[in-house]
């Protein structure tokens, strides 16, 4: 059994200080964001988990940024980033040996409609991470409607529930 919490609690510490506090408050494990909109005293985010792991955590997982997650679903430009930008996240989690990649699939209280656009882009990130071993958890919303229709809609041992108890 591993203790494990976000790797930003709260406190704007600079990324080696607040692993070293994570660690030294007894936890063994640590999901991390994977965003490029820290501060810069938090190094790149590419240098996370080797600072965890010298640490002793284990990094459980990365978050992927949610800001444009709706747009997933849309025939657009805003849409193409949003799938690249998880592709991106699957592709990193394969090179630093992390095991789970977490999604938002919308961001806000009204849910998307699931699109054609929006299901074949699920469908390519999904064989995606079978191809690289990464699983995709699909983190639970204001909107859980689309969660619970695509996990019904697909049985993959690559694809899964995150829950945030914050939400």
């Given at each position: 059994?591993?203790?494990?919490?976000?790797?930003?609690?709260?406190?704007?510490?600079?990324?080696?200080?607040?692993?070293?506090?994570?660690?030294?408050?007894?936890?063994?494990?640590?999901?991390l964001w994977w965003g490029d909109d820290f501060s810069p005293k938090?190094?790149?985010?590419?240098?996370?988990?080797?600072?965890?792991?010298?640490?002793?955590?284990f990094v459980e997982n990365i978050h992927a940024p949610f800001q444009?997650?709706?747009?997933?679903?849309?025939?657009?430009?805003?849409?193409?980033?949003?799938?690249?930008?998880?592709?991106?996240?699957?592709?990193?989690?394969?090179?630093?040996?992390?095991?789970?990649?977490?999604?938002?699939?919308?961001?806000?209280?009204?849910?998307?409609?699931?699109?054609?656009?929006?299901?074949?882009?699920?469908?390519?990130?999904?064989?995606?991470?079978?191809?690289?071993?990464?699983?995709?958890?699909?983190?639970?919303?204001?909107?859980?409607?689309?969660?619970?229709r695509l996990l019904d809609r697909y049985d993959s041992p690559f694809?899964?529930?995150?829950?945030?108890?914050?939400?």
């Open positions: 059994r591993r203790y494990g919490i976000y790797a930003w609690f709260g406190y704007p510490l600079p990324m080696p200080e607040r692993l070293h506090e994570i660690a030294s408050a007894g936890f063994d494990s640590v999901m938090d190094c790149p985010k590419d240098t996370h988990p080797e600072l965890a792991r010298r640490e002793g955590l444009n997650a709706g747009h997933l679903w849309e025939d657009t430009l805003s849409g193409e980033a949003v799938f690249h930008c998880y592709a991106r996240g699957i592709t990193d989690c394969r090179r630093h040996n992390i095991p789970v990649m977490v999604i938002h699939l919308t961001n806000g209280r009204i849910p998307p409609l699931l699109s054609a656009v929006g299901l074949d882009r699920i469908e390519r990130l999904l064989d995606l991470a079978v191809r690289y071993e990464v699983r995709i958890a699909l983190e639970n919303v204001k909107a859980p409607g689309p969660v619970e694809l899964g529930l995150c829950y945030d108890a914050g939400h």
